[in-house]
Nanobody, 132 residues
Framework: QVQLVESGGGSVQAGGSLRLSCAAS????????MAWFRQAPGKEREGVAAINSDGRTIYADSVKGRFTISKDNAKNTLYLQMKSLKPEDNAMYYC??????????????????????????WGQGTQVTVSS
């Protein structure tokens, strides 16, 4: 059973930085798609960034140039480095994952999963609060 546990959230002032982590266990995928999503109160969940096992990435326009998604395969941990945080970044942040134990997950499939939010596994979330 795959488990995803996020950490690293907290309260910062606008302009500050945070690094979110998502530790994955029970994860034996040879090829994967992983992503960060966020949901603010009263708003729909939105994709923030995604990465595949080849290291290809995609970002929401609102975070381009400020956030960086990465994965440490040795530690089986997904990261989201967030800089120049803004009050509009206030949200609960979730990591999501899907993969295959054999064969490849093509980038086009990862993009589809990211666009539609269709992942088999989700973390419990970590809160990010940015004050102005």
């Amino acid at each position: 059973q795959v488990q995803l546990v996020e950490s690293g959230g907290g309260s910062v002032q606008a302009g500050g930085s945070l690094r979110l982590s998502c530790a994955a266990s029970g994860y034996t995928y040879s090829s994967y798609c992983m992503a960060w999503f966020r949901q603010a109160p009263g708003k729909e969940r939105e994709g923030v960034a995604a990465i595949n096992s080849d290291g290809r990435t995609i970002y929401a326009d609102s975070v381009k140039g400020r956030f960086t998604i990465s994965k440490d395969n040795a530690k089986n941990t997904l990261y989201l480095q967030m800089k120049s945080l803004k009050p509009e970044d206030n949200a609960m942040y979730y990591c999501a994952a899907d993969g295959r134990s054999a064969g490849l997950m093509p980038w086009v499939l990862c993009l589809k999963k990211y666009t539609e939010g269709e992942y088999n596994y989700w973390g419990q979330g970590t809160q990010v609060t940015v004050s102005s």
